[in-house]
């Protein structure tokens, strides 16, 4: 049981490059999130899904779009990435419910410049 | 708008002494309050929640109070240890069930004096 991983770990882009994060889970969750995670910021929603096939916007959403084609994988795509974007990207996912425990891949530290 | 936050952005702790980690909220409509540990160089860790019609929740070497009253939030580590060394969220659930719509706060290191 691997739990929640994130491909890459790193990556460095220059300005109005593009790229995708790759988030999977092997819990069967049906919630999905992404989070950026910056000094002094704590973590900001970014997009979220709560079911297959569903995505909503977060509190930080431009610049970013995801897709939820399959329950276990969440995308973040960076279409046109910006020196803002530099960050510490972070996916979680959980189960529907009264259960407030969200499960924390180990992130990917993006750069650019 | 609403926010999370925390009273010390630091705390150094000696080792087998007990830590207190404070957090202050202002959305006094949230239903759960939350606590996360985030090691160097991993993603957070769910450690402990309270729900809002609870004063005191206990777990493994770890206890949560809710002071509704002043809107303040409270991790109590005992006999702090050095694998207890991270920064520590509190967070908060304004609703019960569905989304977790987690609002996080800006965290507290944590440092443990061998």
């Known amino acids: 049981n691997a739990g929640v991983t994130q491909t890459p770990k790193f990556r460095v882009l220059k300005t109005g490059q593009s790229m995708t994060l790759l988030c999977a889970q092997d819990?069967?969750?049906?919630?999905m999130y992404w989070y950026r995670q910056d000094p002094g910021m704590g973590l900001r929603l970014i997009h979220y899904?709560?079911?297959?096939?569903?995505?909503a916007k977060g509190e930080v959403p431009d610049g970013y779009n995801v897709s939820r084609l399959k329950k276990q994988n969440f995308l973040l795509g960076l279409e046109s990435a910006a020196p803002s974007q530099t960050s510490v990207y972070f996916c979680?996912?959980?189960?529907?419910?009264?259960?407030?425990?969200?499960?924390f891949g180990p992130g990917t530290r993006l750069t650019v410049l | 708008g609403e926010s999370v936050g925390l009273h010390l952005p630091t705390l150094s702790v000696q080792e087998g002494d007990n830590s207190i980690i404070n957090c202050a909220y202002s959305?006094?409509?949230?239903?759960?309050f939350i606590w996360y540990k985030q090691e160097s160089g991993k993603g957070p860790q769910f450690i402990i929640d309270?729900?809002?019609?609870?004063d005191k929740r206990q777990g493994q070497r770890v206890t949560v109070l809710l002071n509704k009253t002043v809107k303040h939030l409270s991790l109590q580590i005992a006999a702090t240890q050095p694998g207890d060394s991270a920064v520590y969220f509190c967070?908060?659930?304004?609703?019960?069930?569905?989304?977790?719509?987690?609002?996080f706060g800006t965290g507290t290191k944590l440092q443990v004096i061998p």
């Open positions: 979680a996912s959980s189960y529907p419910g009264t259960n407030n425990e969200q499960f």
């Open positions: 819990m069967n969750h049906e919630y």
């Open positions: 899904s709560v079911g297959e096939g569903t995505t």
């Open positions: 959305n006094s409509a949230s239903d759960y």
């Open positions: 309270i729900r809002s019609n609870m």
């Open positions: 967070a908060e659930n304004p609703r019960s069930g569905g989304y977790q719509k987690v609002t």
